[in-house]
């Protein structure tokens, strides 16, 4: 009794700053009708700053390559001032990011803002590890230490401070949103933004002065738990997961539900550690790591739609879809045109032609899911490295044959994918994103990790495929990379590509995008929806599948550091810039914007750029979802060019509306073989 009462309460630092996290999530999400994902990495700068000024006095801008250091002290800045400096510092990043991005964002989808808070997660995380490396760092106490014996147990002090800090703290926002005049203004910017504007409250004025309250709240959580935990880039940022899975528990509105629910869970996690601790026999890999996705998964299947509908001024539009007018040609000239390019390459340029055209395959998962059902996934790497590590154990351990061994590997990504899908039955947008999100991350904690199925950071070996007695792998000998490789790959992608395109324009094609445009609708038209999303869960996957695949015989040997929670953010990052509804996105995306790619190693190997590619991406990524939701791949007729794009986003920064002419809306679903998108 004595050693759980001691571990319950060690949770509590945890769950202090995962409970710190979520009142900012449900303070910006009550404001701004915005779930954050870049909350965490938000924290995480934050937290830089102030180890950085507590322990070398340096203020580090957020951003790379210019000049980002002002050195303030030699010796290091007191405790007090650089508390000060860095609510300062969140304070004026929380006001930039919301005037820049999420103001004009204000009046967008679902699937746009996730975006762009991924955008802007990606930038952070980029810029972190360009500036203070990926070794984690630490510092000295922030609150009051030594122990309190309770129950003859030695509990540090700064537990209980924690804990203190974060429940007084949702008392003091639940008292300011109930009983003041700006709570009052902000809940009614929030449920009906046309009423407030008429009764003259600003709801983007207080949106801003609650988004800068938020961002002082996860500066708050930085500082507090960079003493107790090393600072690094990644795990901070991942702190999001958590946080999102708290604030779910209290509904994105009640802000002492999301300090209880994370002092709780903080402390679920850390007796979960003791109970594997005692009991060996026990999985002891990831469990408490999980927690939070099972938590989620529970949540959003018992709640379905829990993010309240919020009243807004403008009907949000989806990015434009493609449909392919020639699949067979243009598969044809695609597939000449790329031998060319493989014969006339050589080195690492050829090798990051074969890259660039795995990601186009990856990049056109997203492209059924996302782009023509509306569907946001955050967990297609997920996919992908799970039918990747399967390859190696059906290949090489049941002695499957190539191409059965692909086929039966891409396939056993189906039902996984089914499964995440599931809540997306009941869910959709932001909520979806979030339960991908978590998927992903535990799959990564509790497979990829596993030594038995991915090897560990030795990684699972790939056969090369064999077909006819033909090597098609993509060395031999001292030949590497062989041209028969990424011939044999390219077909694969092109294929897959035409069987896309025929989606599209087939009445089934039709139905994906009628559930797209308006679930109720399309569900009064006689169009089975559950079955719609699950169908495109289910192709996805598989293409996901197959990509993994291919990257496992690119790569040889498989690790799970290929296939990262990070790495399916980028794969969504570049999707969406190139253009996620349309099959010519996904291959700008391959070629021009993946970061093994081609364009982008050409750019490294000339110019040395390839360094800076997540904070490229994550730029791209935000400033697409403000100005260019349907990506680059959207023809040029449109009139979309960057001059035009620039002069829209002043537009909207300043508050007015760009006078070109809204698209042409799709026609209301009749029946799933009636509707044209």
């Not at 630490?138 to 609150?143: F, K, Y």
């Not at 600072?231 to 009640?254: E, K, N, Q, R």
């Not at 039955?425 to 199925?453: D, H, K, Q, Y």
């Not at 009139?639 to 300043?654: D, F, I, M, T, Y």
């Amino acid at each position: 009794m004595t050693v759980t009462l001691l571990f319950l309460l060690l949770g509590l630092g945890a769950g202090a700053v995962y409970g710190l996290l979520a009142l900012g999530l449900v303070l910006k999400y009550r404001a701004a009708g915005v779930v954050d994902f870049a909350h965490g990495s938000v924290a995480m700068i934050c937290a830089f700053a102030f180890v950085s000024l507590r322990n070398d006095g340096d203020l580090q801008l957020p951003w790379p390559v210019l000049p980002h250091t002002i050195h303030i002290s030699d010796t290091g800045v007191p405790d007090g001032t650089s508390i000060v400096f860095t609510f300062i510092y969140a304070g004026v990043l929380g006001a930039v990011l919301y005037y820049l991005v999420y103001r004009p964002l204000q009046h967008s989808t679902a699937l746009t803002k996730v975006c762009a808070s991924v955008g802007v997660m990606l930038y952070l995380q980029a810029t972190a590890v360009l500036n203070f490396g990926t070794e984690g760092k630490s510092t000295a106490p922030v609150l009051p230490s030594g122990t309190l014996v309770i129950a003859g147990v030695p509990i540090p002090i700064d537990r209980l401070w924690l804990a203190v800090t974060v429940v007084v703290a949702a008392l003091a926002l639940a008292f300011v949103y109930r009983r003041t005049l700006f709570g009052l203004r902000t809940r009614a910017g929030a449920e009906n933004e046309v009423g407030s504007a008429l009764v003259g409250i600003s709801s983007t004025r207080i949106a801003m002065q609650n988004w800068i309250i938020a961002t002082l709240l996860a500066g708050a959580s930085g500082i507090l738990l960079s003493p107790i935990a090393n600072l690094d880039p990644t795990s901070y940022t991942l702190f999001i997961i958590p946080a999102l899975c708290v604030a779910l528990i209290a509904g994105f509105s009640s802000f002492l539900g999301a300090a209880v629910a994370g002092l709780v869970l903080g402390m679920a996690q850390s007796e979960i550690i003791h109970i594997l601790a005692m009991n060996p026999k026990l999985p002891q890999q990831g469990i408490a790591e999980g927690l939070p996705f099972v938590v989620i998964l529970v949540v959003m299947t018992w709640r379905g739609i829990s993010l309240i509908p919020r009243g807004t001024i403008a009907q949000p539009r989806y990015p434009s879809v493609g449909r392919p007018s020639a699949p067979f040609k243009t598969a044809a000239f695609t597939f000449v045109a790329g031998v060319v390019v493989l014969v006339l390459l050589q080195g690492s340029l050829k090798s990051a032609f074969m890259s660039s055209i795995i990601w186009t395959l990856l990049a056109l998962s997203l492209v059924v899911l996302t782009g023509y059902v509306g569907q946001v996934s955050l967990a297609q790497l997920s996919f992908a490295g799970f039918s990747g590590f399967l390859l190696s154990h059906i290949a090489l351990e049941w002695g499957v044959p190539f191409p059965l061994s692909l086929l039966l590997a891409a396939l056993c990504a189906v039902p996984l994918g089914c499964l995440i899908g599931l809540p997306a039955l009941r869910v959709r947008g932001v909520n979806l994103a979030i339960v991908t999100l978590a998927a992903g991350s535990a799959l990564e904690v509790f497979l990829f990790n596993n030594v038995g199925f991915s090897g560990g950071e030795a990684g699972r070996q790939i056969p090369s495929p064999s077909l006819f007695g033909i090597d098609l792998g993509i060395a031999r000998g001292q030949d590497y990379p062989r041209t028969i490789f990424g011939v044999f790959i390219l077909a694969i992608v092109i294929l897959v590509a035409v069987l896309v395109a025929r989606l599209r324009n087939s009445s089934t094609g039709r139905m994906l995008l009628a559930v797209r445009s308006n679930e109720r609708a399309a569900a009064a038209s006689g169009i089975n929806v559950p079955r719609a999303k699950l169908l495109a869960f289910g192709v996805s996957s598989f293409i996901a599948g197959l990509g993994g695949c291919l990257l496992g015989y690119q790569q040889g040997t498989l690790s799970p550091a290929t296939f990262g929670v990070f790495q399916s953010l980028g794969l969504l990052a570049i999707a969406y810039v190139a253009g996620i509804g349309r099959i010519s996105g996904a291959a700008v995306a391959g070629v021009l914007l993946a970061g093994t790619g081609l364009m982008v190693s050409a750019l490294d190997k000339f110019l040395g750029l390839g360094i800076y590619q997540s904070v490229i991406a994550g730029v791209l990524l935000t400033f697409t979802a403000i100005m260019n939701p349907d990506g680059i791949a959207t023809p040029i007729a449109s009139g979309k060019s960057p001059a035009n794009l620039l002069e829209r986003w002043g537009q909207r920064l300043v508050g007015t509306r760009p006078a070109a002419p809204s698209p042409a809306p799709e026609p209301a679903p009749a029946s799933a073989g009636s509707v044209n998108a």
